[in-house]
Nanobody, 124 residues
């Protein structure tokens, strides 16, 4: 069982930046591909970004490409999401998730463990 705890959410003005962190409970953190998802009110949870076990590969949703960066520090059991040029449509609860999949995946069903989420609100 992997426990994930997100932090770093908050209120920011459009055009601003924010960095989310997700700390994992297990020292086997490096065995999991990690992802960030988000869910806006009244909408389904959607993929934002994912990163491979070693951190060598990362993939992004088109809506955040060029503005967000996912990274990880396996020594600290932590994955990050740096968010820049934020827009009001980025407002959502952001979740980190861990996947046991052997390949990097972007679909929700492939993720086995989820954090409780952190709220990001972007004002116009």
């Amino acid at each position: 069982q992997v426990q994930l705890v997100e932090s770093g959410g908050g209120l920011v003005q459009a055009g601003g930046s924010l960095t989310l962190s997700c700390a994992a409970s297990q020292h086997t953190f490096s065995r999991y591909n990690m992802g960030w998802f988000r869910q806006a009110p009244g909408k389904e949870r959607e993929f934002v970004a994912t990163i491979s076990r070693s951190g060598g590969r990362a993939y992004y949703a088109d809506s955040v490409k060029g503005r967000f960066t996912i990274s990880r520090d396996n020594a600290k059991n932590t994955v990050y999401l740096q968010m820049g040029s934020l827009k009001p449509e980025d407002t959502a609860v952001y979740y980190c998730a861990a996947s046991r999949s052997l390949v990097v995946v972007t679909t929700i069903d492939w993720y086995n463990y989820w954090g409780q989420g952190t709220q990001v609100t972007v004002s116009s």
